[in-house]
């Protein structure tokens, strides 16, 4: 029987883990397994930060329909996040909320005018890729290769050879590298890319993971008056990706089209996951997530990047997001060191799979490799080195 569907592989993440279990027999994230693939943050509670949220009250009006913009009392406490911590000014109604940040990028991207190309790097978060493939988006690439150490300029962005309007999307930080724009070079970013002919859609999963928190609002000054799009969610400063909860801070204007397409194509987001997500914006519970996320990762990027440079490794990691952007030495390639990585109950994300150019075997990111430190314990570094090193030194 032919099939009705067009064939879509998995995200090049998931088939790194796929691989991990024919070979290791069980699933990453189990007992004895090393999950330094993993794009998530602990869950558990970190020195100095808020305790997990272990009961959330719900009665029958919250298992009705939910609202398609997200429920007023959430937006309204995102806006109020955003206004306090980043100075920005603006209101609920220029927020939807969605069920993670990727639905959230997908809506932008799906409405987006076909008359408008966009500008993405060429080592970035790896579905971005597959988004914009499926959507069947106009895009071009920036270079972000090791010769500019992955750090494209802002002037890079936009392409002046390009006929209509241009949206760059980019991370910040950045996913995979951890290179973060900040203060007058996130500022000028926005003030280049954000209005007239051009547009911006960043994404601030990883706001809290720099030191201190960045977001592009801070540098906007009328929302209702830009092409900007900013993405957030509470998937990690927050430590609670299982509830899959994101938004899109836009215009007005914007917001009413994606809440638009919610009423037909989403539907609105869990009840019951908003309300858990509004004690999440808890003032004191923020507070202390401010100060102890950025210190306790802080503290774990300096002591494995320590560590890899000890093993050879050469990094090109910013200061930003729970990754190590690495590459190996001599023509080992991270291919490779996952075969030898999965006997040992390990993996990583191999740099191919951040090539928005998706070169394979011909990328110039085939012996990079991107390591997560954000699942792991600090008790663990010791055997995480270990491994690293057998694997490293393997013939």
Known sequence: MSSFLEYAPPMGIYQTLYAFQKVFGKYMGESNTHPWTQ????????PGGPKPIDLVNIN????KYPKAWGQ???????AAYYNHYHQSNISMENIMVFAGGRPGLFAVLMFLCRDITVRVAST?????YDILKHLDVNYSLVESREENLFSPLNEDYINNNIDGRQLILLSNPCNPTGITKKEDQLKALVELTGY?????????????????????????NDIDKSNIFVCGAATKGLQAP????????????????LG??????????SRPSQLYAMKLFDKERINLAQQAIPEYYANQRNRYGKAFDKLGLKLYSGNGGFYHWCKLPGDLTAAELNK???????????????????RGSDSQLNQFFRFSFGPLKQESFNSDIEIMSRALSQK
């Open 39 to 46: 794009g998530c943050p602990l869950t558990t509670k970190l």
């Open 60 to 63: 029958p009006n919250d298992l």
């Open 72 to 78: 007023p009392e959430l937006r309204d406490r995102i």
């Open 124 to 128: 970035e978060y790896t579905p971005y």
């Open 196 to 220: 007239g002919e051009n547009g911006l859609l960043i994404d601030e999963a990883y706001e809290l993971f720099h030191e201190p928190a960045v977001s592009a609002l801070k540098f906007v």
């Open 242 to 257: 299982g509830i899959r909860i994101g938004w899109i801070i836009s215009s007005k204007d914007n917001i009413e089209i």
């Open 260 to 269: 638009n397409f919610s009423s037909f194509g989403m539907g609105g987001v």
């Open 340 to 358: 030898r990585l999965f006997t040992h109950g390990a993996a990583i994300l191999k740099g191919t799979d951040c090539d928005m150019a998706r």
